[in-house]
Antibody
Framework: QVQLQQSGAELAKPGSSVKISCKAS????????ISWIKQTTGQGLEYIGY????????YYNEKFKGKATLTVDKSSSTAFMQLSSLTPEDTAVYYC?????????WGQGTLVTVSS | DVVMTQTPVSLSVSLGGQVSISCRSS???????????LSWYLQKPGQSPQLLIY???NRFSGISDRFSGSGSGTDLTLKISRVEPDDLGVYYC?????????FGSGTKLEIK
């Protein structure tokens, strides 16, 4: 069955970076884009962008340009999202999701907490 | 960006009852290819969102026929019939017609 397994919770200091992973299994990795979504209590669900897992091509929501960098390692069927120059406003749960007509499969989420 | 407005913010329903959730978009969700990419998700407590409905009215694999989606253009609706205890959580609509994709702010369903 399709599974997206994300890396564990992160506690980071302001100004630092974190890199979250999303390992896919149960399907042909390069056949579907992987999207990333931010969830906070205040802002709800926000779409960060996606990566074409075959070509490595990316799209970023304007709001997250310069904040998020999406990459992929086809050999391990893993997608990554690096968040840089972290501020307390980046504290959130981040999800990866497989994109088709909707987000049919989601990872379990990675909590990133930014605090000094 | 397309703004998705969901109503109500919360609702309470008796087991076996029926509810409707509205989602209105600030722009038409009809894509140039004629499809309308509007999905509905349920986020149960402590879990990731799960896809219920895609392209307005198509139930995702394994989703009960108690869930139905309808509407067109900018006015979409999710209907849940014969509500069960496992239906509680927060329901979100989401559009995939125009980048950046956007979501409604959610409707919390409580069981009386």
């Amino acid at each position: 069955q399709v599974q997206l397994q994300q890396s564990g919770a992160e506690l980071a200091k302001p100004g630092s970076s974190v890199k979250i992973s999303c390992k896919a299994s149960g399907y042909t990795f390069t056949s579907y884009d992987i999207s990333w979504i931010k969830q906070t209590t205040g802002q709800g669900l926000e779409y960060i962008g996606y990566i074409n897992t075959g070509s490595g091509g990316t799209y970023y929501n304007e709001k997250f340009k310069g904040k998020a960098t999406l990459t992929v390692d086809k050999s391990s069927s893993t997608a990554f999202m690096q968040l840089s120059s972290l501020t307390p406003e980046d504290t959130a749960v981040y999800y990866c999701a497989r994109s088709t007509y909707g987000f049919a499969y989601w990872g379990q989420g990675t909590l990133v907490t930014v605090s000094s | 960006d397309v703004v998705m407005t969901q109503t109500p913010v919360s609702l309470s329903v008796s087991l076996g009852g029926q509810v409707s959730i509205s989602c209105r978009s600030s722009q038409s969700l009809v894509h140039n290819n004629g499809n309308t990419y509007l999905s509905w998700y349920l986020q149960k407590p402590g879990q990731s969102p799960q896809l219920l409905i895609y392209k307005v009215s198509n139930r995702f694999s394994g989703i009960s026929d108690r869930f139905s989606g309808s509407g067109s253009g900018t006015d979409l609706t999710l209907k849940i019939s014969r509500v069960e205890p496992d239906d509680l959580g927060v329901y979100y609509c989401g559009q995939g017609t125009q980048y950046p994709f956007t979501f409604g702010s959610g409707t919390k369903l409580e069981i009386k």
